[in-house]
């Protein structure tokens, strides 16, 4: 989460001088950091009983927190948009979690049914 308000708290930087090359790359780290925070949210607050529904609400909470934090930074801004693009990467973490990885757990025979 620090890491996360660290770069939050950034003044705006480009990758790029194409506006679509930049919005991609920026919004592919929103997917990849929100989805590990809902994983790292996961394994620290549940680690012997899997409570998806409880990180994955609070990983969101987050993201719209987030958002509300970049109104108060010099060129940020916080919007909807990007707490929905954080919730995809919440989801693509959760699904990969839970029937990906548990999938490959039970064809080992590491978890039982």
Not at 48 to 61: D, G, Q, S
């Amino acid at each position: 989460m620090l890491f996360i308000f660290y770069l939050s708290s950034q003044q705006r930087i480009t990758v790029s001088q194409s506006y679509w090359l930049s919005f991609l790359f920026f919004k592919t780290l929103h997917v990849i950091e929100y989805g590990i925070l809902f994983l790292l949210w996961d394994l620290a607050l549940f680690p012997h009983r899997h409570r998806w529904r409880e990180a994955f609400l609070l990983a969101v909470f987050y993201g719209a927190l987030d958002e509300f934090h970049q109104h108060f930074v010099p060129t940020r801004h916080g919007c909807l948009r990007d707490v929905f693009i954080d919730t995809l990467g919440i989801f693509i973490a959760y699904y990969w979690l839970r029937f990906w990885w548990e999938g490959q757990l039970k064809s080992l025979d590491i978890i039982k049914s």
